[in-house]
């Protein structure tokens, strides 16, 4: 649907006279009262809560002008424009006013109206991001039992979880270049200072960077995430009960949409998760950008502070202090012991600026070029040949898990425990190689536990074979 088929043409025109200032704060009192009373304002106490918020605005200086055939004698003015501001927000489609049956009169606030207020309620407020809760929700979505039950829901709110977070991060990005932007702006140390103390530091970096760099919450369950995403995406058996779940709780219409829609789904999580890094060094690249434009902002302005209301300034306070000390003032100013409205200096030697040095040529050094023996090259090639046959590659881990298969289809873990530091780095391979299908062989996991066998520790998996097929590897079941 287009955007004016849901909102009324003339929704915003609220905010295009000179009263958008009431109309604004009404709106948002309005909302605030919609929160407490979900089912309906009653309208004379809504009305109330009005006149008392523009006689506020009135003693602040804001005068609200009533529309054009609203006027009314001095002594009903406040409640006139409250009327005013009740019919045309109904007019334009803002609310909804409800006679019930006590012939009472109520205001109801339509969807895209609630919806639209409370985004400019978040604006209004300088709130405080919780970066971690959404790693900490992702997990929980995608490891709790309820995953196991409704897998397809809990895959989509997964999605909708990391939407959010990145949605903050970008959030917080853009606000840091918006901030760099405004010091950059500013006429005055004192200005530029205020502006990093009082808004940069207090709404940006306790509220939100700082958050995030100290938090360990993000990096705790960022690979733990990962693992389990990668899992789904590789387990077939887990993913068609997802799609078969999906189905069946209306999400998607055909199968093809629902693999679809769930693999998209959790590949959208893999990718916010997988560059996570890029983020945080795009976020910290745009905070050193606004301590850079702070600090260049302030420099200048130390550097050249000697403008016309610098000079007038300090001419009044020079007035001031000999004010009550001389009679002739005027004469003395222009005289000798006046003040110096510009200094003159000669120049000098050490005034003037040495002029950088140019730089000579590079004078490469001669080479010495040493003929090696033909016992020293053949020396050299076997310790590569022994290098290389001693690197641990996909299909030494491969021939060292089926060999301990034997002719067995599946096995614990636990029979690979390390006795030295060799097959320590071949059980980290063989967990590495395990989930990709790619190594003979993948991992399965039937209990959440950690193995502790000769001082090692490590996660407790099933090792099952698998046999390669034209379309791919797949899972080898006993049988009966």
Not at 246 to 251: A, H, M, P, V
Request: hydrophobic share 35%.
């Amino acid at each position: 649907m287009k955007l004016f088929e849901i909102l009324p043409e003339s929704f915003f025109q609220l905010f295009t006279g000179k009263n958008r200032q009431v109309y604004a704060e009404a709106l948002l009192l309005l909302y605030e009262q919609y929160q407490v009373n979900r089912f309906g304002v009653d309208y004379e106490v809504m009305r109330d809560l009005l006149q008392e918020l523009i006689e506020t605005q009135e003693s602040l200086g804001y005068s609200f002008e009533v529309e054009e055939g609203e006027e009314a004698p001095e002594a009903d003015l406040f409640r006139t424009q409250v009327n005013s501001i009740l019919r045309r927000l109904k007019v334009l489609g803002w609310l909804d006013v409800e006679t019930r049956d006590n012939f009472k009169q109520y205001i109801l606030l339509p969807h895209y109206s609630s919806r639209i207020l409370q985004v400019f309620k978040e604006l209004c407020e300088e709130r405080t991001v919780e970066f971690q809760r959404f790693a900490f929700v992702t997990y929980q979505l995608l490891t709790s039992e309820e995953a196991k039950r409704r897998p397809a829901f809990a895959m989509i709110e997964a999605e909708k979880t990391t939407e959010q977070f990145t949605g903050e991060l970008t959030l917080l990005a853009n606000n840091m270049k918006f901030h760099a932007e405004q010091v950059a702006a500013k006429t005055s140390i004192q200005e530029v200072l205020d502006h990093h103390f009082d808004e940069y530091k207090t709404k940006i970096v306790d509220k939100s960077y700082h958050r995030l760099k100290t938090s360990d919450h993000v990096s705790r369950y960022r690979h733990q995430i990962l693992e389990r995403v990668r899992t789904l995406l590789i387990d077939q058996e887990i993913f068609q009960e997802a799609v078969e779940d999906g189905i069946r709780s209306e999400f998607f219409a055909t199968r093809e949409e629902a693999e679809h829609k769930l693999r998209q789904a959790l590949l959208s999580v893999e990718e916010v998760y997988r560059e996570l890094d890029e983020v945080f060094n795009r976020i910290d690249l745009r905070h050193n950008q606004y301590l850079r434009a702070s600090f260049d902002r302030a420099r200048y302005l130390s550097q050249h502070s000697q403008g016309v209301d610098q000079r007038l300034a300090e001419i009044l306070d020079w007035l001031s202090e000999r004010r009550s000390s001389s009679k002739d003032i005027g004469a003395k100013i222009l005289g000798p012991e006046g003040l110096r409205f510009l200094t003159l200096s000669q120049l000098s030697e050490p005034s003037v600026f040495t002029p950088r040095k140019k730089r000579l040529p590079h004078q490469a050094e001669d080479i010495e070029v040493i003929q090696l023996s033909p016992e020293l090259k053949a020396q050299l090639r076997e310790e590569s040949l022994s290098k290389m046959r001693r690197n641990i590659t996909r299909e030494k881990v491969r021939d060292y898990v089926l060999a301990h298969l034997g002719q067995r289809e599946t096995m614990g873990i636990a029979e690979l425990a390390p006795q030295n530091l060799e097959e320590f780095l071949y059980l980290t391979y063989v967990y590495l190689y395990g989930y990709d299908g790619g190594a003979g062989y993948t991992l399965e996991r039937e209990y959440n536990r950690v193995l502790e066998i000769g001082g090692y520790r490590f996660h407790d998996r099933q090792i099952r074979r698998l046999t390669a097929k034209k379309e791919g590897s797949h899972r080898v079941r006993a049988t009966q």
